[in-house]
């Protein structure tokens, strides 16, 4: 081997030395840096194993604590249960011994004319008898009288019962320090969400057991990630209600594909990443000129299926089921009084296949499928509870209840999914809670129900538990009232021939005219587009937003 070569060769060792050099380097910096972060990381497990330690003493110190209080709370209570007992105790005996008194009296007294009506006959002289014979009877009798006025019953009775909650307060005692399992937390939401819209998240906290941790305090972080717009990234403000539930609300930015991401001390919670659909920010402003006119003998009423079909109710006592281009594929119903038969449908709500229609001349409600299967009725006329003098309206709410508009009886009533009562909201009367003549309803995003009354003119707002909350607007005639999933109120005008758009304050900020005695309005679901039932017109109008 030449020098040159030997040279060459061991300059190309150095070199691919040096590069291993660097290579090895970087690798041991690389391990340093590992091993640092796993250090570190055992030292956050040394503080949180020390913090499990302090939780425990501290847990079991209120442990000790709580059954010391228990302990003399139970102490005070047997002192105040045994002093009551003892005054039940004397009062029992007081009345009875009082009772007993009194009869003894009476026999005393008894005994006495006894004893001497038997002395007078056997001692006296007929001349004595005839004198005192008429006194001795009349004071017998007067005495026996006053013992019939008397109960001979004694006047308390002898038992002194202990209710005995043994379930309370031992048994619930729990320890509170299940950890906590973020995978096993659940959150709650629409799919969808609105360009500038603030969309609500909410979070609720569980254990590893599935239990709900009924405690705040917990890191709790929302995302909503755009999947076209370069990852741009929301992030949500959250609001912990401390009681193991938290409200995330998030502002989309941008319309389009998104997924919405919620984490618990770190974790993803149940379902997350989940997708979410962010549409455009709704302008109402843009109602002007109606896109498809669907021609249709007396709609009364309309709802919208998830596919697209178009429902309507009408003046012959049928329901017309109508595809997206505005053609008839069903017919379901007839005019009558017999199961499925209508007279006079004033209200449908659809979800998934079940169908229920409000049949106000029957005076009852319906539940069929979306086919047009009969499946129950319910309710009759009249005005007791689950009766109806006219049922206006339903609607399906997030749980299933079905919430119903009593129009002549001036009411809302509430009933779970196969007719049986649960509620009932009074509109009768006068002040802000009164509804007369209701005849539009629906619900907005937080499930308060809002309801079109004609004897004032206004919509007023109520919760579902029938609370009072506000009244906004000024419609003539209020019919059918639609809600948006942003809150907005689209108000069915009869005697003014429009619709009026409400924003969420209530406050109105734009009118579709040109109608003709429109009775009701409903959302299509996918997009949100308007459909109008024009009754003077015999149409239904569908208006893009």
Avoid at 2 to 18: F, G, L, N
Avoid at 193 to 208: C, F, I, N
Avoid at 333 to 349: A, V
Wanted: aromatic share 6%.
């Amino acid at each position: 081997m030449s020098a040159t070569h030997k040279s060459h060769t061991v300059k190309e060792i150095s070199t691919v030395a040096k590069t291993h050099q660097i290579e090895i380097t970087g690798a041991l910096e690389d391990a340093r840096e590992v091993v640092t972060k796993l250090i570190g990381a055992m030292d956050e497990n040394n503080r949180m194993i020390e913090q499990v330690e302090i939780s425990k003493r501290n847990a079991s110190l209120a442990i000790n604590n709580a059954f010391e209080t228990l302990q003399q709370s139970l102490e005070e209570r047997k002192k105040t249960l045994l002093s009551e007992l003892e005054a039940i105790s004397l009062s029992k005996t007081t009345a009875l011994t009082l009772q007993k008194e009194q009869f003894e009296k009476m026999i005393g007294d008894i005994g006495h004319y006894t004893d001497m009506a038997s002395h007078i006959l056997q001692t006296h002289t007929d001349h004595e008898i005839v004198a005192l014979g008429g006194l001795i009877p009349t004071e017998l009798q007067a005495t026996l009288k006053r013992v019939q006025t008397i109960s001979l019953t004694p006047n308390q009775h002898s038992n002194i019962t202990v209710s005995v909650q043994t379930d309370d307060p031992i048994q619930k005692l729990s320890i509170l320090g299940q950890y906590l399992s973020p995978s096993s937390s659940t959150w709650m939401s629409t799919s969808v969400a609105r360009v500038g819209a603030r969309y609500h998240v909410k979070v609720q906290s569980k254990t590893s057991k599935g239990e709900e941790y009924p405690h705040g305090g917990v890191e709790v972080k929302g995302e909503m990630r755009s999947k076209t717009h370069n990852g741009a990234v929301v992030y949500g403000e959250v609001e912990d209600h401390r009681d193991g539930t938290y409200t995330i609300t998030l502002t989309p930015q941008t319309a389009g594909p998104h997924q919405l991401l919620i984490t618990m001390d770190g974790q993803h919670v149940q379902n997350s990443p989940n997708d979410l659909d962010v549409r455009p920010k709704r302008d109402y402003h843009t109602l002007c000129n109606a896109q498809q006119v669907i021609q249709c003998y007396g709609p009364r009423c309309v709802a919208i299926h998830d596919s697209g079909d178009i429902y309507v109710g009408t003046e012959d006592g049928c329901i017309y089921v109508f595809d997206q281009t505005g053609q008839l594929k069903n017919t379901i119903g007839s005019r009558g009084s017999g199961e499925g038969q209508f007279f006079h449908p004033s209200g449908i709500s659809i979800k998934g296949d079940v169908l229920y229609v409000a049949d106000r001349g029957n005076h009852r409600v319906q539940k069929l499928t979306s086919s047009g299967k009969f499946l129950h009725k319910f309710g009759k006329e009249g005005s007791g509870q689950g009766q109806f003098n006219w049922p206006m309206a339903v609607i399906i709410d997030s749980n299933n209840k079905l919430i119903i508009l009593d129009r002549h009886n001036h009411r809302i009533q509430i009933f779970n999914e196969n007719g049986g009562w649960l509620l009932t909201i009074d509109g009768k009367g006068s002040g802000n809670h009164s509804f007369q003549n209701p005849c539009g309803l629906a619900l907005d995003p937080q499930g308060n129900i809002h309801v079109a009354a004609l004897g004032s003119d206004t919509i007023k707002v109520f919760t579902k538990e029938g609370v009072y909350v506000r009244m906004y607007g000024d419609p003539n005639y209020p019919r059918g009232i639609a809600i948006d999933d942003e809150g907005y109120s689209l108000v069915n005008e009869c005697w003014g021939d429009c619709l009026s758009i409400y924003d969420p304050e209530g406050n109105k900020i734009h009118t579709v005219g040109n109608l003709k005695y429109p009775c009701d309005t409903a959302l299509d679901p996918r997009d949100g587009s308007v459909f109008i039932a024009n009754l003077g017109a015999d149409t239904v109008l569908k208006y893009c937003v």
